[in-house]
C-alpha cells in the first residue's frame, strides 16, 4: 500500500519507523538508510539552488516494480508539499504494488517554438512535441522539469508523459507570421522527439513535414534508431542544406548502456543509425554526452572511432552535469550498479567543479574546469584531429524558406501571394 505523510524526523533528527512495520521490511529499511547514511558522508558543498529538502530523501523503489527503468526511486516533486512513502503494514501489501507504467496525458500549449540565449549551445530556438522520456537515462538534465507539473523527476519523469498533439499546427502558426525570422530549429533537445511513444504519436514526423514545406532548417539529437522511419523527409531535406542528424553515444558496452538508458536503441542500432544516415546523405555527428567519469570516460576514442567508421563528420561531447533532483538520483543509481566506484565518481566529478558536485555558470557546466576537464577535453582534440572530424562545421540554410499560401489565400497571376 501506499500513504502520504510528511515525512517529519524526530528529536534526533532520524525517522521513526511505523509501529506495524513487519521484521522484513524493517531490515529493508535498515539497509536503505545504512545506504544513505554512506551517500550523506560523501555530500560535498553545493550552491542553494541545487540543495533539496530533507523531507524528499527518496527511498529506493523494489526491481521488479521498476524493471526496464533507469531511476531507482520517485520521490515527490521539490514543490510539492507532501512526501510519499510505501510501506508495509504487515499485510506483504508491498507485493501487491503494480508497476510502473507508461501514460500519455495530452498536453495544450498555446505556443510550441521555445526560445533560449544560452552561449553553451548553438542555437536559439527548439521545439519538444513531448514532456517526460520514457528513454529512461538516469542522467537526463530534463528530469527536474517534472517537477513544474507536480511530478517526481525520477520514475514518473520516464513513465507519466505529456504529448503536444496540436504542435505542428502550433508551429505552422508561428513560422507564418509575417515578422518570423527563421534559423534552425533544434528537435529533441529537452526530451528525445523519436522516444517509442512517438511510433504511436508521430508528432515528430509531422513536425519534420511543416518544416520540409517551409523550407526551415531542423537539426536533430536523438538516442533512437526511429529517425531511420523519417528518412523521406530528412534526406530531401538534407540535399537543400535543411537538416542535419546527432546520434548521442554513451557507451559502446551494450550492457552498461541498457541500465543507465534502459528504453533508448542499442550503441550497435545507434552506430547503424550514423551508417544508414550518412549513405542516405543525412549529415550525421556523434555526441559522447553525456561522458561520466569512471563509468564511460574510458570510452571516448572507441566511440569517436566507430563513429567516423560509420560515417559522421562531425563530433562533440558534454560532461555529466547533475543539477537539482538529478544529483540524488544518480547517486542512488551509482550505489545499486556500481557501489565500488560510488566514491571515485564523485571525487572526480567534484574535481570538475571546483569541489562541488555541480556548477552551472555559463562556459563550465558542460565541461568543467580543472586538471580531469582539461584532460578529457585534450583528448577529445587529439582523437578528433586524428580522425579528420570538425573540419568544418556544417552550417544549414535559411535561403529556401517562405509561407505556404494559406487556406483561402488568393495568389496573383505570377504566382505571388496578393
Known amino acids: 500500500m501506499e500513504r502520504r505523510t510528511l515525512d517529519i524526523p524526530s528529536a534526533g533528527g532520524t525517522r521513526v519507523p511505523p509501529k506495524h512495520l513487519g521484521r522484513l521490511a ?65 499485510w506483504q501489501s508491498l507485493d501487491e504494488l503494480p508497476p510502473f507504467r507508461t501514460s500519455v496525458t495530452v498536453e495544450k500549449p498555446r505556443t510550441i517554438i521555445n526560445r533560449n540565449d544560452s552561449p553553451d549551445v548553438g542555437f536559439d530556438r527548439s521545439i519538444n512535441p513531448y514532456r517526460g522520456c520514457e528513454h529512461g537515462c538516469v542522467y537526463c538534465f530534463a528530469r527536474p522539469t517534472h517537477a513544474y507539473q507536480g511530478l517526481s523527476a525520477g520514475l514518473d519523469f520516464e513513465t507519466k508523459l505529456f504529448a503536444k498533439p496540436d504542435a505542428p499546427e502550433l508551429l505552422a502558426k508561428e513560422l507564418a507570421k509575417p515578422g518570423y525570422e527563421p534559423r534552425t530549429i533544434a528537435l529533441g533537445i529537452n526530451t528525445d522527439g523519436y522516444q517509442p511513444i512517438e511510433r504511436e504519436w508521430r508528432l515528430t514526423r509531422r513536425i519534420l513535414e511543416v518544416l520540409s514545406d517551409f523550407g526551415h532548417p531542423v537539426g536533430i539529437v536523438t538516442k533512437s534508431a526511429l529517425v531511420l522511419r523519417d528518412l523521406d523527409i530528412l534526406a530531401p531535406m538534407a540535399a537543400r542544406g535543411l537538416a542535419k542528424v546527432a546520434l548521442s553515444v554513451t557507451s559502446l558496452d551494450p550492457k552498461l548502456a541498457r541500465i543507465m538508458e534502459p528504453r533508448a536503441a542499442t550503441p550497435a542500432r545507434r552506430i547503424d543509425t550514423i551508417r544508414r544516415l550518412s549513405d542516405a546523405g543525412v549529415p550525421t555527428a556523434v555526441l559522447v554526452a553525456p561522458v561520466i567519469p569512471a563509468v564511460t570516460d574510458a570510452e571516448m576514442e572507441r566511440i569517436l572511432d566507430a563513429a567516423v567508421a560509420a560515417g559522421a563528420s562531425e563530433a562533440g561531447y558534454v560532461m555529466l552535469r547533475v543539477p537539482l533532483e538529478i544529483r540524488d538520483l544518480f547517486k542512488e543509481w551509482l550505489l545499486a550498479h556500481f557501489p565500488d566506484r560510488y566514491r571515485h565518481v564523485l571525487s572526480l566529478l567534484k ?68
Open 26 to 90: 524493517q531490515e529493508r529499511r535498515a539497509r536503505l538508510e545504512e545506504e544513505n547514511r554512506a551517500a550523506a558522508r560523501d555530500l560535498s558543498t553545493v550552491s542553494e539552488m541545487d540543495v533539496l529538502p530533507e523531507a524528499m530523501a527518496p527511498a529506493v523503489i523494489d526491481g521488479e516494480r521498476r524493471r526496464g527503468r533507469g531511476a531507482v526511486s520517485n520521490a515527490a516533486g521539490r514543490f510539492e508539499p507532501h512526501a510519499r512513502e510505501a510501506f508495509d503494514d504487515g
Open 351 to 418: 574535481d570538475l567543479h571546483g569541489g562541488k558536485e555541480y556548477d552551472s555558470t555559463f562556459g563550465q557546466r558542460m565541461t568543467g574546469t580543472g586538471p580531469y576537464a582539461w584532460t578529457m577535453a585534450r583528448r577529445f582534440e587529439i582523437a578528433t584531429e586524428r580522425l579528420g572530424l570538425n573540419k568544418r562545421h556544417l552550417r544549414l540554410t535559411t535561403r529556401h524558406f517562405r509561407r505556404p499560401p494559406q487556406k483561402g489565400e488568393q495568389l496573383s497571376l505570377f504566382g505571388e501571394a496578393t
